[in-house]
Every structure is written in structure tokens, then in C-alpha cells.
């Protein structure tokens, strides 16, 4: 869902339930609808309230070069739909751990679908990966975690879900430039407000782009005039994803991660310690195939558990498909998938599976404790974004623990 910024856990991951969702329930439908979605519908109030933006929205609009003749289509459609506030505050309450939502990202389905769109897509992904240098197997992945290969890209009216996000106001601003950009891709011809059919986080088509991306990076890869990401044929869509890849910065010949070895004592994970891999493996680090891992640029070190899982030689490719979202457990759900739909093995070494996912009571203690100790300044939201595992990193650092910044039981009992 390219366009569409998330701070999630590491360790844990929050499912993003707008898209890209591996695993939830989003994926159930057995084929994609022509038909939108109905609105549950609003109490008086909701609708006179939306009624009263819609007003002001107009002349917003209006300003920013949208046509009377498509604000008149495009309003006659949207309308407040109280089943996208609900999904919108539901977000929050998924959280589990990372073992979990990689189990059903790369699961046995999703792995058997995916070779078989490799198969009957085969020539245009080839094509794809040809223009834009982005391996075919990774856009195939991202097909395949955003909307399960095109099944379900969702059944929600865009314009109705944006309108209703941009007046509920919790984020109110970015989906109003949602919705003003799906009204110029309105304007452009390339859909009709009928036939824009999504998410209901407003997120479109095969690869789940999100209106402003779409203007800024979707493609004609079928060569017809229109940008159709929504119709049953995915090639613009691929392609847009591929293009979106590249203008991130993607780099042709580089893996998004290695999986390697750290020397007993390693205190040098994460992000923000970059090194080329000689130097890494001058201190240890070594791959698990064998073998020295070639010179691909600049890497870090990942622990996504903790001392006792896996851990990744990140390159500048994660951070690149970080874009399409930026949570490093759908990071690691598309690199892991690509590289079985490609041939490579998954993960050597297991993740610490008898780890319990924390309660949000539990996640939100750790933040107190580490607030009352001068760790932490962010909000006691339960969410262990990347803001509680520095305060993790830096308590770890005060303790003389190796700083992994893992959030799990083993640190809360040492917290207490
Ligand atoms: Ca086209």
C-alpha cells in the first residue's frame, strides 16, 4: 500500500489491516466483485455532519482543479460509511508475533498461487522485471501479500471510504489528499466513481496503491491509454508496482537481505549501524549458506526476536520495500516470499517460538517502566514501535545487555 506510512513493531507485528494484510481476513473472498460493496448505513447525525463537510470539501476541491462535473458524479457516490470508521479503529488490536505473521505471509498457499502466476504471467512479469529491474518474483510477491494475486483487491467504493476517513478527522488531512487525488484520477478519464472500487483504508487494485501514488507512479505497461489497475487484467498494475520499486531507489542485483551468523557477544544490531559486508564478516558475521556474501553496498544487522532468532544482513532493497510499507514484518513477508518463489531457501534457524505475544496491558507496562526510568518520552499506546525499542536499546545499553531492542516477557520481568 504504497503511500500510506505505518510505525509498527518489530518484534511484534501489528497487522496493517487497511492492506497487504498476510493472513487476515481481507484474503476469504474467493473472487474479486464487480459490484461495490453496501454502506451500512448512518445515524441522522453522522450524515448531517458529513453532509455539513462535504460543503466546504467542495469548495476545496473546487480549488485545487477539480471540475464541477466530476465533483458532482464523484459526491453523488460518496457517502458516510460507519463500517470504515469501525475497520479504522479495529487497526490497532491485531498484534502477534512476527513467527506467526511470516506463517501466513509465506505460507504453503500463497507459495503454490504464487508459482502459478509466475507461470501464467510469466512472459509480462519477464517484460516488467526487463524495464524496471525489479525481479519478477518480487512483484509477484507483493501481488500476492497486498490483494492474495488480484483475488481480493477489495469491494469498497474508494470515493465513499475516502470521504468518510477525511471527515472522521483521526487523520483527516491525508485522506482528504487522498480524496482529491482520486478525483483527479477521475478527471484523467482513466476510471469512473462506480467502477473505483478498494480498501476501505482507500487503497486500489492489484498491488493496493493509494491515490496520490497512483498519480505519481502508476503506468500504461499495456500500451491502451489508461492506467487501469483495476480491471481483471494486472498488468498496469505490476508494472505500476515494479515502477514504484524503482523510483524508491531499488537496485538491480542486490538481495534485500542475507541470512547470516553473529559472533557470541554481538552488540551491533539494527538499523542504524551500517557497514559493508567485509567489514562485517571481518568481525564474524558470516552467512549461513557459506560462502562470503559479495560487496552489495552499505548493511546492517537485523534481530527481528532477539538474540535467539534469526538474524539478517539488511541491504538498501529492504529499506526500498519498506516504501510499500513500512513495517519490517511485511518487509520480511515479501523478501522471504520472493526468495522461495525464486528457488532460495526461507530462514535457517527458527524463531524462539515458545516467545507469547505480550498483552496490549503487558506492551503498555514496559513503556511505563521504561517513561518513569527516563528511557522513553513516546505515548503508553501499547504500540512497540520503533520509539520503544530505542528506549529497549538504550535501557539494554544502562544494563550492559546486549541492546536487540526485543520486546518479550524474558524484558519485562528484568523490567520489573
Ligand atoms: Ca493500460
Redesign the pocket.
Known amino acids: 500500500m504504497p503511500g500510506k506510512a505505518k510505525v509498527l513493531a518489530l518484534g511484534l507485528a501489528l497487522l496493517p489491516m487497511g492492506c497487504g494484510s498476510a493472513g487476515s481476513e481481507r484474503y476469504v473472498s474467493p473472487r474479486p466483485s464487480a459490484a461495490p460493496a453496501a454502506i451500512a448505513v448512518a445515524t441522522p447525525e453522522q450524515q448531517a455532519g458529513f453532509d455539513r463537510w462535504a460543503v466546504g470539501f467542495r469548495a476545496r476541491a473546487a480549488s485545487k482543479g477539480i471540475s464541477p462535473g466530476v465533483l458532482n458524479s464523484a459526491m453523488r457516490v460518496a457517502a458516510y460509511d460507519p463500517d470504515v470508521i469501525r475497520l479504522d479503529r479495529r487497526q490497532a488490536e491485531f498484534a502477534r508475533p512476527i513467527w506467526e505473521y511470516l506463517d501466513s505471509a509465506v505460507s504453503d498457499t500463497r507459495l503454490a498461487n504464487g508459482r502459478k502466476v509466475l507461470t501464467e504471467h510469466g512472459a509480462v512479469l519477464s517484460r516488467i522485471e526487463a524495464r524496471y529491474g525489479v525481479p519478477k518474483e518480487v512483484v509477484a510477491a507483493i501481488w500476492g501479500m497486498e490483494t492474495s494475486y488480484g483475488v481480493n483487491r477489495g469491494k469498497k467504493g474508494i470515493i465513499p471510504s475516502l470521504a468518510t476517513l477525511a471527515y472522521d478527522g483521526r487523520r483527516g488531512a491525508f485522506f482528504e489528499d487522498q480524496l482529491i487525488a482520486a478525483l483527479k484520477i477521475i478527471q484523467a478519464g482513466d476510471v469512473d466513481p462506480a467502477h473505483m472500487l478498494g480498501s476501505w483504508a482507500g487503497a486500489m487494485g492489484h498491488t493496493q496503491f493509494m491515490p496520490t501514488s497512483y498519480l505519481s507512479y502508476a503506468v ?5 491509454g ?3 489497475i483495476w480491471s481483471d487484467n494486472p498488468t ?1 498494475a505490476l508494472a505500476s508496482a515494479a515502477n514504484y520499486l524503482a523510483k524508491m531507489g531499488w537496485t538491480t542485483g542486490q538481495p534485500w537481505a542475507v541470512e547470516v551468523t553473529v559472533p557470541a557477544g554481538f552488540r551491533e544490531a539494527g538499523k542504524g549501524i551500517r557497514k559493508a559486508p567485509s567489514a562485517w564478516q571481518a568481525q564474524g558475521v558470516k552467512s549461513v549458506r557459506g560462502g562470503r556474501i559479495p560487496d552489495h553496498g552499505a548493511a546492517s544487522i537485523l534481530m527481528p526476536a532477539g538474540a535467539n532468532g534469526p538474524a539478517l544482513m539488511i541491504f538498501d532493497n529492504f529499506r526500498v520495500i519498506s516504501r510499500y510499507n513500512n513495517a519490517d514484518s511485511y518487509v520480511m513477508g515479501i523478501g522471504l516470499l520472493s526468495d522461495q518463489l525464486a528457488g532460495r531457501g526461507g530462514l535457517q534457524r527458527p524463531w524462539p517460538r515458545s516467545d507469547r505475544a505480550l498483552t496490549e496491558a503487558e506492551r503498555k507496562e514496559i513503556q511505563r517502566r521504561l517513561a518513569d526510568m527516563g528511557y522513553y518520552q513516546g505515548e503508553i499506546d501499547g504500540v512497540t514501535g520503533s520509539g520503544t525499542m530505542e528506549a529497549v536499546r538504550a535501557w539494554q545499553v544502562a544494563q550492559g545487555m546486549a541492546p536487540d531492542g526485543y520486546v518479550n516477557e524474558a524484558l519485562l520481568k528484568k523490567l520489573r
Open positions: 500504461d505497461f499495456t500500451g491502451d489508461k492506467r487501469d498496469d
